[in-house]
């Protein structure tokens, strides 16, 4: 369910504010990173793959419109089945790209902000207590995280479980039994828990990889 701000004369997606929010505490909370630029680098490149892919799937799903209205790649994409393949080929990129448990720590601390200040925002919709409940759990973790640099078991132990609540609470809400149906937000955080043990499984093997101070 993605809510809108009207600013102005324009409407934007609460999933676009959260996103910009997420980065920005995350960046603040690795201030102190001496590989902070070379990360956000790489996030920046995978938000741009993630962008191309989701596009250029306009041709296959959508080839008669294509045929008819080149132009309609511009402004259109491939539906949620484009948006599927554009997140698990940027999902493969960060994993190809991610060596130690510096990117699995940034990348656990940017999806609790997003999911969190994301839930905040969709409180204007969802009011059930479960939810409701659930957000104010992930509120305090997001600000518990700022003393927690450098303690990525407990962090990864945080992450986890607060990304499979959000799971569950969600494929309740929005889903059912419906399995089928998740939500991209629900593929999101699914993606983000496999990338994540990955990545720490990879870091594990190289005790000296870099990580957070």
């Known amino acids: 369910m993605l809510e809108t701000f009207n600013i102005g004369g324009s409407s934007i997606s609460s999933i676009y504010i959260a996103i910009v929010a997420a980065l920005l505490v995350a960046y603040l909370i690795i201030w102190n990173s001496d590989q902070k630029k070379h990360l956000f680098n790489k996030w920046l490149n995978a938000g741009i793959l993630l962008f191309l892919v989701a596009k250029l799937t306009y041709i296959p799903f959508r080839f008669d419109e294509f045929i008819n209205n080149p132009a309609g790649l511009l ?113 999101w955080i699914l993606g983000s828990i496999i990338y994540v043990m990955v990545t720490t499984q990879e870091g594990m093997k190289d005790k000296n990889g870099s990580q957070l101070p």
């Open 75 to 187: 402004y259109s994409n491939g539906g949620n089945a484009g948006l599927l393949i554009a997140l698990v080929v940027m999902f493969a990129y960060l994993l190809y790209q991610s060596d130690s448990l510096f990117y699995a720590e940034s990348f656990s601390i940017f999806n609790i902000a997003l999911i969190t200040l994301y839930s905040v925002f969709e409180l204007r919709v969802i009011t059930q207590w479960p939810y409701v409940t659930l957000t104010l759990v992930s509120l305090i973790a997001l600000i518990l995280m700022y003393f927690m640099r450098g303690r990525f078991r407990a962090l990864w132990l945080i992450f986890i479980s607060l990304f499979i609540m959000h799971l569950t609470v969600r494929f309740l809400i929005y889903n059912g039994e419906t399995i089928l149906s998740l939500t991209m937000i629900q593929w």
